[in-house]
């Protein structure tokens, strides 16, 4: 998923000149994840620039690039680094379209390692996504598959509204068929998909927590249990139509992701799946979150992640009998 | 004395410094005068060009006046509230005054005095305060930023923009505006940082005014004075009499002209003073008393310029009356503007909020025309 991440902004910098990555350490050192590798080298320290270490100030002044017409791709480095600019997030870049009526959209990719199960201390794992899909006017999207990392940052960078792009972490090294020769084709955002077809229950998940639930439903198969699994893949617009469609057919449904539950995604999908679901629902829709704590140390965050067992669990109390 | 210099820092077990560390030693330039640049009423003033001098005084003029018929828009419910720049002119017109056609202005919610001297329609620029859109104005179409309520957040925005400018080869200024209080945040810190590093062209202008709302200067900063903060991230510092518009406009003027030289920033702290309250809703009486009013008074901006042009012969009582006049005109067409019902439509709400509408977006909106169109009916 790295290098695809990588050769979206690589080819999207080629083809569009107003493209600029920014960041601390995007440029000698590649980012720390390496996801801008090589990019400082083919486009030059302008298009491809270290910053000074300050979110706010690395997304203030993308803002103000943006004002100009460029399309800054800024990268926070981790998930709880990024809290520095929220004012900035919140204040200007989810608002300026709306303050301007329209004048002055902000094409803004602001990329943001996500999420936990690498074994990262402290301020390196956080599930940030309530915040960003509780703001008006930002997009929010994650991607689960090298595909779509590279489909989903393309149409970001494309996008003329903000985008806050989570990169789950722990899914940087995943492998797969993707040819960074033949790039697949940019999915658009909003669209959600529906990773494995099922008739028993429907699984919504998105980013890190796909790969657990496709475990999961494959799990499910010795219980008797045939899962759907649906990817969001962009949380912000939600694409209500395909989650309804496959709830409906299936009758049971479970929200899993690693933020906390409550005042999480999930909570959102699981009140709109049971105003537009309720006489198809067979049992309540249930939730499979992390637990509502501060991320716990690396040794513990096992017990903390959504995992197949708990998915599991879930599932076997979808036999709703009162 | 550097730190390495520092006693016990080069004890005997080291006798070399670490490599590949030193600290600047050109850092003498950045600091500010001891005291606040002057030109009316001293020597300076004998090389002031009378045509701008002329103009100044007119955009003076015109500005308490535009002041003067804000507030009294308040007090007729015209406009949801008004943070006065009485006393402060002589900043919000030098800062409009420097700036070409193409150069950036990054006003804060103060600032819109220096919006309008720089050619924005009154009422469009009141919109945010009158309450009808946000911001009423195209910031590309006028190079002006919508104005800023959220304190020092603008300033990285002009760090971004002069540097993209300067990155596509255009030559373009930015000037941001920042009250004390601002400094203390830390975006005011990161822009300054930002710019610094970049060598952005662009002008940093605090208008320190005295107060942060209730707060005064002592309890804001240690500082010895605004414009030293400069330093620290290697801008050079300039301290300005905030109420000589002469003066503002010569050191504004100046930093404009070495921003668009690639000299990189400036930080200017004009000293000046809020003649007013913060806003209308605020009580100024509980945190500072007449007597230093007063004598702020005796320092005012459009008095300062008036004795000095009369003085040499090149404002007369004709030129007087003819300002004022003007300036009676403007705030007539204002008054006109303002009276007028600003049209809004219900269905802005959900126009801008995306480039395409969300489905949950579209939904709420057909709700709100329901209830619109059932309103209509009733």
Redesign the interface.
């Known amino acids: 998923m790295a290098q695809a991440l990588t050769r979206a902004m690589r080819d999207a910098m080629a083809e569009d000149p107003t493209v600029?990555v920014m960041g601390e350490d995007v440029g000698t050192l590649g980012g720390v994840f390496r996801i801008t590798d090589g990019l400082a080298k083919e486009f030059g320290e302008?298009r491809c620039t270290d910053?000074?270490l300050?979110e706010?100030?690395i997304?203030?002044?993308?803002?103000?690039?943006?004002?100009?017409?460029?399309r800054?791709v800024v990268e926070m480095q981790f998930d709880a680094f990024a809290y520095?600019a929220f004012?900035?997030l919140i204040?200007?870049v989810a608002?300026?379209?709306?303050?301007?009526?329209?004048?002055?959209?902000l094409p803004i990719t602001i990329r943001v390692p996500y999420g936990g199960g690498i074994g990262g201390v402290e301020h390196h794992c956080d599930s940030s996504e309530a915040y960003y899909v509780a703001t008006?006017?930002l997009?929010v999207v994650t991607p689960a598959t090298v595909e779509d990392a590279y489909g989903l940052l393309r149409a970001s960078i494309a996008?003329?509204?903000p985008v806050v792009f989570l990169e789950p972490k722990r899914l940087y090294w995943s492998k797969a068929d993707w040819s960074p020769e033949a790039p697949a084709t940019v999915p658009g955002i909003?669209k959600a998909l529906v990773r494995r077809t099922g008739t028993s229950a429907t699984l919504i998940t998105y980013g890190p927590s796909l790969p657990v639930c496709l475990e999961a439903a494959e799990a499910a198969r010795e219980e008797g249990w045939d899962l759907e699994v649906v990817d969001l893949r962009s949380l912000?617009?939600?694409d209500?139509?395909t989650v309804v469609e496959s709830v409906r057919r299936t009758g049971r449904a479970v929200v899993v992701h690693e933020a906390g539950g409550f005042g999480g995604p999930g909570a959102e999908i699981a009140a709109r799946v049971t105003e537009r679901c309720f006489h198809h629902l067979e049992a309540p829709v249930l939730r499979v979150t992390g637990f509502d704590i501060p991320y716990p140390p690396p040794m513990l965050e096992k017990h903390h992640l959504p995992g197949v067992e708990r998915i599991l669990d879930a599932v076997a109390r979808l036999q709703w009998e009162n | 004395m550097t730190v390495q210099e520092l006693p016990g820092a080069g004890a005997s077990h080291r006798s070399t410094p670490p490599p590949a560390w030193r600290p600047r030693t050109d850092a003498a330039p950045l600091l500010p005068d001891a005291e606040p640049y002057r030109v009316l009423g001293t020597e300076a003033a004998d090389r002031l060009d009378p045509a701008l001098m002329l103009r100044c005084y007119a955009e003076l003029v015109r500005g308490r006046r535009y002041n003067a018929q804000a507030t009294a828009l308040t007090k007729q419910g015209r406009l949801a509230v008004y943070p006065s720049t009485v006393g402060q002119e002589a900043c919000e017109i030098a800062a409009a005054m420097v700036l070409e056609e193409q150069d950036w202005l990054f006003p804060s919610y103060r600032d819109t005095l220096a919006a309008v001297a720089r050619g924005l329609d009154p009422v469009q620029a009141l919109t945010l305060l009158r309450g009808d859109?946000?911001?009423g104005y195209?910031?590309?179409?006028h190079r002006i930023?919508?104005l800023s309520t959220?304190l020092a957040?603008q300033?990285?925005?002009?760090?971004?923009?002069?540097?993209?400018?300067r990155?596509?080869g255009d030559d373009?200024v930015?000037l941001a505006m920042v009250g004390d209080g601002g400094t203390s945040e830390?975006?005011f810190h990161?822009?300054l940082?930002?710019a610094a590093?970049w060598q952005a062209p662009v002008v940093f202008l605090v208008q320190n005014n005295g107060f942060a709302i209730s707060v005064p200067l002592a309890k804001q900063t240690a500082a010895p004075t605004l414009a030293h903060k400069g330093v620290g991230y290697g801008i050079p510092g300039r301290l300005v009499d905030g109420n000589d518009i002469a003066a503002m406009h010569e050191v504004l003027a100046e930093a404009v002209r070495r921003a668009r030289a690639g000299g990189g920033p400036t930080l200017i702290e004009a000293v000046t003073y809020r003649m007013e309250a913060h806003t209308n809703a605020d009580d100024a009486t509980r945190y500072r008393g007449d007597a230093e009013v007063e004598a702020w008074k005796a320092h005012d901006p459009i008095d300062l310029l008036e004795r000095e042009l009369t003085a040499r012969g090149i404002l007369d009582e004709a030129g007087i009356t003819a300002a004022r006049d003007e300036a009676e005109a403007m705030a007539a067409s204002l008054r006109d503007g303002m009276n007028a019902d600003p049209v809004v439509d219900p269905m802005?709400l959900f126009?801008?909020?995306?480039?395409e509408q969300?489905?949950?977006l579209r939904e709420q909106a057909e709700m709100l025309r329901a209830e619109l169109e059932a309103e209509d009916q009733a």
């Open positions: 600029h302008d910053t000074p300050a706010a100030g997304l203030g002044t993308a803002v103000g690039m943006a004002m100009y017409g460029l800054p520095p004012e900035q204040s200007h608002k300026m379209r709306n303050r301007t009526r329209g004048a002055m959209p008006p006017g997009t996008s003329d509204d909003g912000v617009p939600f209500e139509e | 859109w946000h911001t195209d910031p590309r179409e930023a919508p959220p957040t300033l990285p925005h002009a760090v971004g923009l002069a540097h993209a400018a990155l596509r373009v930015a830390g975006d990161e822009a940082n930002f590093v802005d126009a801008h909020v995306y480039a969300t489905g949950r």
